[in-house]
């Protein structure tokens, strides 16, 4: 073969070409053996020539420093089935348009053929990793008395092992605590809760604390070998499909408590979180929603969390209950809140609560985002036991009744608030907002907070805008400069005390301390303008995507 044949044909590769040159140059000096012709021809081969191609191609593409690749997401199927559900609606709904509903359609299509699954599957393996090599499960029978040993080994990689161990209480012995879902423990299957560590690459681990075997694990390169005694029963991993709302912050590494600090999950206050495992009384296993990491973090289970804040409270001395006059929940400490997604549905409308202290300016607000829309937003109309007015019309500014039956309906139950005011009763029905949904129209209520109590059920499902006040001194200086005139005093009209804005300022306090785990959005009314533009986008958000709700609004 000569060295213009070589250099001619575009598609080898130069090293591989330089090197059959140097070894036809040479063909001369070397003796002519089967080895030669076999190397030779190999160089030939066009086959070669294309995985080196493709070799080169993969390393100049990569950007990390390991010259590996790195999978931006480890679940692309998790990601192709939410992609589905975010389609679903475009189809369905009769007001988008021709195009939107037939881009929809497409991609629907496309998700769903076997060829596009089959890559995403495929993806998904090699992005967890699940073609590391792992030996089968070895039973070693040494003898009738003797116990069973199993020898498991996993490679080791940048990801954790995803298990936790601890001293078991009676024998002493270093055993599996628990495996944590999708980490590659796990995805080994052979490793499982309460088997107990007999070695770690052949370092014995009796006599040893769960921070020396955590050591040898950290000391180790490459693959890494437990021999295990297996447990009499094998745990249950199968994944949950719960979702929470968390109504607090956590930081793992801040808590003394959490049996292995590397294995736990972060996250604020609002996150929604996957609860994967609930087997562990105090120790749930878990991962953000939104988080492509298969592999689950401890958190504190819910009954732990509870106790937390109920110790936290009696170490201050607060008695919460007669703090607030009686109208906290003693039951309702706020944790966790079963959630899931609610899909917007044409003609069935969510009301619109808005929460706040007296003074703040909802009014104002549900009147202007009425005026937006009078075809669309409707507000409930208040009954009272006030004889009539000339001029009143029963059924517009008032529903007028008599005090027997509006006590009467009191009792039983079907007003979400009510209230005296110089001699008369005045409240809201549940059945008046109940029509107004009925009918397709946005119900706008503004309501005393304690009515949350009522209103937050499956067959209102309200919508609750917290309108919450800026700071003090931005409070007072916005409001005198806007001439605000106090709510506080309806016999005369005059602005705001320092006093008033005090009382704004505790009263916005109390309200998030008791229901702030209930806000769907929060909207800081320091400029009125701007807080309204927030409350549009919040009221279209609720038409057109689906969030998150108490699960039990959904079944």
């Excluded at 937006?372 to 008032?398: A, C, Q, S, V």
Aim: proline share 5%; charged share 30%.
């Amino acid at each position: 073969m000569s060295t213009a044949l070589v250099m001619d044909n575009r598609n080898w590769d130069p090293a591989l070409s330089r090197l059959l040159v140097t070894l036809e140059e040479s063909r001369d000096d070397l003796p002519c053996t089967e080895e030669f012709a076999f190397l030779s021809e190999l160089l030939q081969k066009q086959e070669l020539h294309s995985l080196v191609h493709i070799h080169n191609k993969v390393l100049a593409s990569t950007n990390t420093r390991d010259g590996r690749f790195n999978p931006v997401v480890d679940s692309s199927v998790q990601a192709a089935l939410e992609a589905l559900a975010d389609v679903l609606p475009l189809i369905e709904q009769p007001k988008k348009s021709w195009d939107s509903r037939q881009n929809g359609q497409e991609l629907l299509t496309l998700l769903q053929t076997p060829h596009i699954q089959g890559l995403l599957y495929a993806h998904d393996c090699i992005a967890q990793k699940d073609y590391y090599p792992v030996l089968p499960e070895v039973p070693i029978d040494i003898d009738e008395d003797e116990e069973t040993i199993k020898i498991v080994q996993l490679v080791k990689s940048n990801e954790p092992l995803g298990a936790t161990i601890k001293t078991d209480e009676e024998t002493g012995k270093i055993v599996i605590a628990r495996i944590m879902h999708g980490g590659a423990a796990d995805r080994s299957g052979l490793i499982h809760v309460g088997d107990e560590v007999v070695e770690v690459n052949n370092i014995c681990t009796e006599g040893k604390s769960p921070n020396d075997v955590l050591q040898i694990l950290q000391n180790s390169e490459g693959t890494i070998t437990f021999k295990l005694v297996p447990a009499d029963a094998k745990g249950n991993l199968r994944e949950s499909k719960v979702r929470v709302r968390a109504h607090f912050d956590y930081c793992a590494t801040s808590d003394p408590y959490i049996p292995c600090k590397e294995a736990g999950l972060d996250f604020e206050k609002g996150d929604i979180l996957h609860i994967v495992s609930q087997d562990d009384a105090y120790w749930w296993q878990a991962r953000k929603e939104y988080d492509r990491n298969m592999r689950a973090g401890l958190i504190p289970s819910r009954a732990l969390q509870e106790k937390r804040i109920v110790h936290e409270r009696s170490l201050k001395g607060l008695d919460v209950a007669n703090l607030e006059n009686d109208d906290f929940d003693r039951e309702e400490i706020a944790t966790y809140e079963e959630v899931a997604k609610l899909y917007p549905r044409p003609g069935l409308q969510r009301p619109v609560v808005l929460i706040g202290p007296p003074g703040i300016g909802r009014n104002e607000l549900k009147r202007r985002l009425m005026a937006l829309d009078p075809d669309k937003f409707k507000t409930t109309i208040p009954f009272t036991t006030r004889p009539i007015k000339h001029g009143e019309i029963n059924g517009k500014e008032y529903y007028f009744v008599s005090r027997e039956k509006m006590e009467e309906d009191i009792a039983a139950g079907k007003f979400l608030e009510h209230g005296e005011y110089k001699g008369n009763l005045y409240g809201t029905s549940a059945d008046s907002v109940k029509s107004i949904i009925n009918a397709g129209y946005v119900c706008i209520l503004n309501p005393h907070y304690q009515a949350l109590k009522m209103l937050r059920t499956p067959d209102i499902k309200p919508f609750v805008v917290y309108i919450k006040p800026p700071s003090f001194d931005i409070l007072k200086e916005t409001r005198h400069e806007a001439y605000a005139r106090s709510t506080f005093d309806e016999a005369n009209s005059r602005g705001f005390t320092d006093e008033e804005f005090e009382e704004i300022e505790r009263s916005a306090a109390r309200i998030e301390f008791l229901y702030g785990h209930w806000f769907d959005e929060v909207i800081e009314n320091a400029d009125l303008s701007i807080a309204f533009e927030h409350l549009v986008q919040a009221v279209q958000r609720l038409e057109t995507e689906p969030l998150w709700v108490p699960a039990s609004w959904v079944q």
